[in-house]
């Protein structure tokens, strides 16, 4: 009765990444946080340590990270985290030390995911004035 409901089911395609040790599940236009990057904000970046996808034709996943794909993220500017307090103390021996630490994140917006194989049509054209030469050809030319 509501088969016509599957393909309004279709997640949208994504992708876990891994940086600066940590792996995060991406979308196309999702903001996240990554450690600090030499970026500018502004500036493009491509993360190429991609562990796995997922789009329309299943999930592929890497060994341990899948050869050509990549995400394109655009640096939004660096952030910073809440204050943690690191507080040490000893009983009975008046030791006490209380130090704060804030972790610095470059804020990443994901533009595209791009995955392998699937080239932009515009991509695929070669601009070749000539055909390759066969091998007989390269012989006699000394090549």
Do not use: C
């Not at 990444?17 to 030499?38: C, H, M, Y």
């Amino acid at each position: 009765m509501f088969w016509f409901l599957f393909n309004l089911w279709r997640l949208p395609i994504y992708a876990v990444i891994e940086t600066g040790g940590k792996q995060i599940r991406v979308t196309p236009g999702s903001a996240f946080n990554a450690e600090l990057l030499a970026a500018a904000p502004g500036e493009t970046v491509e993360l190429s340590r991609v562990l796995a996808i997922s789009d329309d034709s299943g999930v592929t996943f890497g060994t341990p990270a899948i050869a050509g794909a990549k995400v394109i993220a655009t640096a939004l500017g660096n952030v910073r985290s809440k204050k943690v307090i690191v507080f040490k103390y000893k009983a009975k021996t008046r030791y006490r030390r209380k130090k704060g630490h804030r972790q610095d994140y470059t804020r990443l917006e994901v533009k595209e995911i791009v995955v392998p194989g699937s080239s932009k049509p515009d991509e695929t054209k070669h601009n070749r004035t000539r055909p390759k030469a066969t091998k007989e050809e390269a012989k006699e030319n000394g090549s």
